[in-house]
């Protein structure tokens, strides 16, 4: 078939190319089957099996029955996933700090306050900590006995329990989450900031422009991929990558205060020897996650084509 | 064809390697804790099997159930598989194999199978016995004017002793909720005299529930305790293993509810706080059931930590045979000295070992112990309760509430026909 395409005199100077694009086409796929591979055989492949597993009754130690979406439903009316899924809605709240505070921080670096390379240095060194090292240092400042208290106890108010009071338990952890991870977003703004024009920065400051003004009006808005893009990842590794510090912390209390859903996922599988029932909560925080990020890629694809 | 041979020559070695080799691998917690033991059991099988290699997996405790259901369900997991007795245990059963035919001889000199039988299949066999029961601080009970060598043997005594102590502003019990373990041992602590021999059962089985009144009293008892004032503050965020034992020792409270062996202790308090300073009693109950005696509290006590034999395992016989070196009287009683277990194995003899504590303590396992009721919860009730006991401490929750989510648990984890 491919013989009578390509004869004919007209054709044969098409060849060339065909045949090179073939060869480009080959090495092409060549440099990218690693990748691919590793894709399918760490991702897709386990989260296919994981949503044939989360379809049955099956343990640990026996392969159970096929109870289609039983699972599903059971995580439907199960009041520990619904506190966890609500948890996860104020963590998801808590996201514009999450991006603010390093926005201004660098902003203020990027403006030249004094000791700004000190600040610089100080606000990245806890993203160099594990989230099990900083757990374990806030179980000992805010521990009923711990240096916080002591603090208050010192200026004459009382001690709270900050990680055994259901009010403060949840609040508590996104603070020090924030404080562990806000280095990284300081550095991604910094970089970002390095693209905002200088001329125009000087061009307002000529103009009399205030400096709440210039921040509002010319530097903020530049920085706008910056901040979606810090949306995208701080919102994924809030719903995601919480597990260590609350593991530490709270152990997911008291009661649910601190339950997420990763939390119970972990707890269902290893505690109960329940990984069907497992999956099937990973399968729904994947959707959860999937359909968020979907939703913050489009939105920067927009931001990209403007 | 060389190379075909050639291949097919590697290939044998590498099939026939763990079959020559025989190497029996043990998963244990705490290997690096008693390495006296294990070097004991280590040396005692190779010698009794030469070519044969008895190796130990020391793994993380908190990861530890985990990292074995990941293992089992992979068919990857060790010969000889080390657990909790109870829920943890009980979980475990589909990757193991009955033992009640297999070590017939070592089987009848151990007591405390119920926490590893399941519809009359023994799974592990304990080596440990495991209870509840309070150690008290006896410089702390001379400071507030109490007899130290009087602790209290009654519910209303026990109430006399706390308020004594919350006059003198010193907390009377020590609390360590924030893995939910101190509300499992309060949960045996209250049942071991205000539930009959049959409700007891009747627990085990799922028919008596946590909305049912002997249990609800319980629950309402855990409430009214706290509100009462008998525990440290900030005990929903405190550590139990080991913060709150430490915190013991150092009178942050007069009394504990502890354990018999392995960690906290009549061994290492006595160690810790010296022989004449701790003191144990059995804990009264707020109620006493038609069949206890006031005055006479009972022991939770049941098989502590055992072995079981992985179902999947290449070398049954040598991994049964492993379990009975490890739970023979000669290398058991290596870990008695120096960890200062209670055997399960009830030809180890104790009676040498000089410590008030324990002469105690096996008096009355021979008399006074009774079921632990929270070793025969569910995995999922336990769960739970953590959860529900620590909402109930703030009060975020009703009793009836939180019985209420129990029961429905309950339903789910043991289904009545």
């Not at chain 1, 480009?24 to 989260?47: G, Q, S, Y």
């Not at chain 2, 009980?90 to 199978?113: A, E, H, M, R, T």
């Not at chain 2, 004032?229 to 013991?248: A, K």
């Amino acid at each position: 078939m491919t013989a009578s395409i390509h004869t004919g005199p007209v054709q044969r100077p098409r060849r060339r190319p065909n045949k090179s694009r073939r060869a480009e086409t080959r090495m092409a796929l060549l440099f990218v089957a690693p990748a691919i591979l590793l894709v399918l055989v760490f991702r897709i492949i386990p989260l296919l099996w994981g949503f044939g597993i989360s379809l049955t009754s099956a343990t640990a130690t026996a392969p159970g029955e096929f109870i289609g979406a039983g699972n599903y439903l059971r995580a439907l009316n199960d009041p520990n996933f619904i506190a966890s899924i609500a948890n996860a809605g104020i963590i998801l709240l808590s996201v514009p700090v999450f991006i603010t505070i390093p926005m201004i921080l660098a902003i203020l670096i990027d403006q030249g306050v004094p000791g700004r390379g000190f600040f610089r240095s100080v606000y990245f060194f806890p993203v160099v900590l594990s989230s099990v090292i900083i757990g374990s240092i806030f179980s000992i400042v805010l521990g009923f006995n711990g240096s916080l208290n002591a603090l208050l106890k010192f200026v004459g108010l009382p001690g709270v329990d900050w990680l055994g009071r259901s009010a403060t338990a949840l609040p508590v952890t996104l603070a020090i989450q924030s404080w562990s991870t806000f280095g990284m977003g300081v550095l991604i703004f910094l970089a970002g900031l390095s693209t905002v024009p200088k001329d125009m920065v000087e061009a307002a400051r000529l103009e009399g422009a205030k400096m709440w003004q210039i921040w509002w009006h010319v530097i903020i808005p530049s920085l706008r991929p910056i901040i979606e893009f810090s949306t995208v990842i701080t919102t994924i590794g809030l719903l995601t990558s919480m597990f260590g510090l609350i593991y530490v912390l709270t152990g997911g209390g008291p009661g649910t205060a601190t339950t997420v859903p990763e939390y119970l996922i972990w707890s269902a599988q290893g505690r109960l020897n329940q990984p069907s029932y497992a999956s099937a909560l990973s399968i729904i925080l994947f959707v959860i996650t999937g359909a968020l990020a979907w939703l913050q890629i489009r939105m920067m694809s927009r931001n990209t084509n403007l | 064809m060389h190379k075909l041979k050639l291949m097919a020559a590697v290939a044998a070695v590498f099939v026939a390697t763990p079959a020559l080799a025989q190497e029996i691998t043990v998963w244990d917690v705490n290997v690096s804790r008693n390495p006296t033991y294990y070097d004991a059991a280590k040396a005692a099988f190779e010698k009794a099997h030469p070519g044969a290699t008895l190796n130990f997996v020391g793994q993380p405790d908190a990861e530890y159930y985990n990292l074995l259901n990941t293992a089992l369900a992979s068919k990857t997991g060790p010969d000889v598989i080390w657990a909790n007795g109870g829920a943890q245990a009980k979980n475990l059963v589909g990757g193991l194999l009955p033992l009640n035919d297999k070590l017939p001889d070592l089987i009848k000199s151990i007591v405390g199978q119920s926490a590893f039988t399941v519809d009359g299949k023994l799974y592990f066999i304990p080596f440990t016995l495991q209870g509840h029961v309070a150690y008290y601080n006896k410089d702390m009970y001379k400071a507030v004017g109490l007899d130290p060598e009087k602790p209290p043997t009654t519910w209303a005594e026990v109430t006399k002793m706390c308020d004594t102590f919350k006059a003198a502003g010193k907390a009377c019990f020590m609390m360590a909720n924030k893995e939910g373990y101190e509300a499992e041992f309060f949960l045996s602590e209250m049942a071991n005299q205000s539930l009959t021999a049959q409700q007891q059962a009747d627990w085990a089985s799922g028919k008596l529930h946590w909305s049912d009144a002997p249990i609800k009293a319980i629950l309402q008892t855990w409430v009214d305790t706290y509100k009462n004032g008998w525990y440290q503050e900030g005990g929903n965020s405190q550590t139990m293993f080991l913060d709150e034992f430490t915190l013991f020792e150092q009178g942050t409270a007069a009394n504990v509810w502890g354990l018999l062996s392995n960690v906290a202790h009549w061994k290492a308090f006595e160690k810790d706080m010296g022989a004449d300073k701790v003191g144990v009693y059995p804990m009264p109950s707020p109620t006493v059931a038609s069949d206890q005696h006031e005055g006479s509290p009972g022991v939770p006590l049941d098989g502590g930590v055992g072995y079981g034999v992985n179902k999947d395992s290449a070398h049954i016989d040598l991994a049964l045979d492993a379990i009975k070196t490890l739970l023979s009287p000669e290398v058991l009683s290596v870990l008695v000295n120096d960890a200062g277990i209670v055997p399960a194995n009830t030809a180890v003899d104790v009676s040498s070992i000089p410590s008030p504590g324990l002469k105690q303590i096996m008096g009355w396992l021979a008399t006074r112990s009774v079921p632990t009721t929270h070793a025969n919860a569910s995995a999922a009730e336990l769960d739970e309760w953590h959860r529900q006991s620590q909402a109930l401490l703030n009060g975020d929750i009703t009793v009836d509430a939180a019985a209420a989510a129990l029961d429905k648990v309950q339903a789910q984890a043991k289904p009545q026909k």
